[in-house]
């Protein structure tokens, strides 16, 4: 059963306008939630996070906004750049036994910006 | 900077085979994860791991196993590929309390005949 769920595989914005990615969980133990953006034939790299006891948290062009109880979370790109042009992937973060971390991701949006 | 890397970016194996996927990090990282990623499926956890010689089952961890005999390095093993398991293969690596901030390698693209 998908924990993390991103229910676009794809989004087509124009640039300069606002990209709006969207991402949905059902387990209540996630305590941190993540977005990574991935280039093809790169790996994913760190984008911007939120803790749970936060609705939002704000990095340059990029904000992500949390909805605990909607379990809800979206990451705002504004304004869109051509360069943003990736997938982009929600993850969220659950304590393991172990006092460590384990991190789940969804399937991932492919968002094109168009010059 | 943080390096993680993978030893290979391709490679073609046969059905059968055993096969090893080697990943270093420099950063002294405890964690280590191996994750796959398939079109449509998104990045689904096969292994981790918080220490040396520790290891914890992900989602999907039938088929595979994994080293960690070094803090540095973390290996995946197909002990007897199959064709299911061609897929890009990513190795990462986190601080223990990273929360989530892992750094990823360049993957490996793993293909089997």
């Known amino acids: 059963d998908q924990q993390v769920k991103q229910n676009s595989p794809s989004l087509s914005v124009q640039e300069g306008r606002i990209s709006i990615l969207n991402c949905d969980y059902t387990?209540?133990?996630?305590?941190?939630f993540l977005w990574y953006k991935k280039y093809p034939a790169e790996g994913p790299t760190f984008l911007i996070s939120?803790?749970?006891?936060?609705d939002k948290n704000e990095d340059g062009r990029f904000t992500v906004f949390l909805n605990k109880s909607a379990k809800h979370l979206s990451l705002h790109i504004v304004p869109s750049q051509p360069g943003d042009s990736a997938v982009y992937f929600c993850?969220?973060?659950?304590?393991?036994?172990?006092?460590?971390?384990?991190?789940?991701f969804g399937k991932g949006t492919k968002l094109s910006v168009i010059p | 900077d943080v390096k993680v890397t993978q030893s290979s970016r391709y490679l073609v194996k046969r059905t059968g085979e055993k096969v090893f996927l080697e990943c270093v990090q420099d950063?002294?990282?405890?964690?280590m994860f191996w994750y796959r990623q398939d079109p449509g499926l998104g990045l689904r956890l096969i292994y981790f791991?918080?220490?040396?010689?520790?290891?914890e089952k992900g989602d999907i961890p039938e088929g595979y196993s994994v080293s960690r005999e070094k803090k540095e390095r973390f290996s995946l093993i197909l002990e007897s590929a199959s064709t299911n398991q061609t897929s890009m293969y990513l190795c990462?690596?986190?601080?223990?309390?990273?929360?989530?901030?892992?750094?990823f390698g360049q993957g490996t693209r793993l293909t089997v005949v």
């Open positions: 791991s918080y220490d040396v010689k520790m290891k």
């Open positions: 990462a690596s986190s601080l223990w309390q990273g929360r989530g901030t892992a750094f």
């Open positions: 950063m002294d990282h405890e964690n």
């Open positions: 993850a969220a973060t659950t304590i393991t036994g172990a006092g460590s971390y384990q991190l789940t």
């Open positions: 387990n209540s133990m996630f305590d941190y």
């Open positions: 939120i803790s749970s006891i936060k």
